[in-house]
């Protein structure tokens, strides 16, 4: 419980002022005074002092009943009140269920009100909604029992969304409630339930990107991108992930981060590297040693990187993407060796033994017999990052003279 002793007299005192600030929010219509209301998990001063004074005094249903300026808000206030004073004693499943109960009846009242003046209010309810839930599935899970208090909040969000998709002017709430729906469905790994909402966002004729928040443009740009890395998509996560790269707050550093984590494994596998410089300014030094790799040729140092930051590239989902620069480190190793063989022996520099590369392999430590070089060599030629064709009998690469190795030119290597 909270420092110092209050008397019943403050217990009262502080609800009722908590009542009108409630009332006069909603009559003036004032959103940013409303949102602040509800923003319990805030940790605020007055929010704190408000559950102290809710557990001294016991009586606060009856005082908004008994007035008809707040019982018309009976719906929204109880369950809010519950909420705070639970969420005060650390009962995060009770303060979840009591303001899902809130946040319900709000909705209701929020369909009701013509003008879009409580967007705000309904943002911090959204986000408020996430984060309880989330804490509540921790309690739970601790006691042994199931989360799921995150997926409930997932319905939620969905009738918050529906209320938001109509005309008029609070459509511009939609992308910020789909923005929480995206954290919730990547929380729960349940990132399949995205398509619905990105299909109301970007085929409904309501909806015109450019004119919501830049913040809620960055952030749908973001997870979208993150969901194109996923479905191997590459062109359309470097165009996503590049919009949310270009838009973002520069003083925001750690979100520029986290769009770089996802930017960067795409815009290698379509063949830009990173400068080092931008790699140590936002403590990306994972990719050091891949770009590394790749300027190299340096197949042993490409597994080197993924193995020591596996754990890392796992957990963002960018393993797969990053493993498949094999092939660009094998086509950067064949360009080596044929510069090599063009100062020795400019006449023959276009064909390549494939015993030279069997021992280049070797000198990297990996064991590789002729067939499986072949194997690899003839990949290369398919995905046509190499331009030539084999000679089986005497085991030769024979490159094209006309430019043996394409550039990727930002397109992914199996396209």
């Known amino acids: 419980m909270s420092g110092g002793y ?4 403050e217990a009262h005192r502080r609800i009722l002022e908590y009542l009108n600030r409630f009332s006069d929010a909603v009559s003036s219509q004032d959103g940013k005074s409303l949102s602040r209301l509800l923003s319990i998990s805030s940790d605020s001063h007055h929010l704190l002092s408000l559950a102290d004074a809710l557990n001294t005094f016991q009586d606060a249903n009856r005082l908004i009943r008994q007035s008809d300026e707040y019982s018309q808000y009976a719906d929204i206030l109880l369950p809010v009140f519950r909420a705070f004073q639970s969420y005060r004693l650390r009962n995060l499943v009770e303060s979840y269920q009591a303001f899902e109960k809130a946040a319900n009846a709000f909705i209701q009242e929020f369909r009701n009100w013509e003008s879009a003046w409580a967007l705000e209010a ?7 909604i996430r984060i309880l839930a989330e804490r509540a599935d921790r309690e739970l899970a601790s006691n042994g029992k199931t989360p799921e208090k995150l997926k409930g909040a997932g319905s939620l969000l969905m009738k918050v969304f529906s209320t938001l998709a109509g005309k008029g002017p609070k459509r511009v709430g939609a992308l910020h409630v789909t923005c929480q729906l995206f954290k919730i469905y990547f929380k729960l790994g349940t990132v399949h339930l995205c398509r619905s909402v990105i299909r109301s966002i970007e085929t409904a004729r309501i909806f015109d990107f450019e004119e919501f928040p830049v913040r809620d443009k960055v952030t749908y740009m973001y997870y979208t991108g993150r ?5 191997e998509n590459f ?10 790269l270009t838009h973002c707050d520069l003083r925001k550093e750690a979100n520029l981060r986290m769009i770089l984590k996802y930017l960067i494994p795409v815009k290698l596998s379509i063949g830009i590297l990173p400068k080092a410089l931008l790699l140590e300014n936002y403590n990306l030094n994972e990719y050091s040693n891949i770009v590394l790799a790749l300027k190299r040729g340096d197949l042993r140092l490409l597994r080197h990187a993924l193995l020591e930051h596996e754990d890392r590239f796992l957990r963002s989902g960018v393993y797969l993407v990053l493993e498949k620069l094999e092939l660009q480190v094998y086509q950067r190793l064949l360009k080596k060796i044929h510069i090599i063989q063009k100062q020795k022996d400019p006449s023959k520099a276009h064909q390549i033994k494939l015993e030279i590369i069997v021992k280049a392999m070797k000198w990297l430590e990996i ?41 990727l030119n930002g397109k992914p290597i199996s396209s």
């Open 6 to 9: 209050m008397s019943m007299g």
């Open 122 to 128: 309904l943002y911090v309810l959204t986000f408020e």
């Open 227 to 231: 969901l194109e890395v996923y479905n």
């Open 235 to 244: 062109p359309a996560a470097d165009q996503k992930l590049s919009y949310a």
């Open 367 to 407: 064991d590789m017999d002729v067939d499986e070089v072949e194997c690899i060599m003839s990949i290369l030629i398919y995905k046509n990052l190499v331009k030539g064709y084999f000679a089986h009998k005497s085991k030769v690469v024979v490159l094209s003279k006309q430019d043996p190795f394409p550039k």
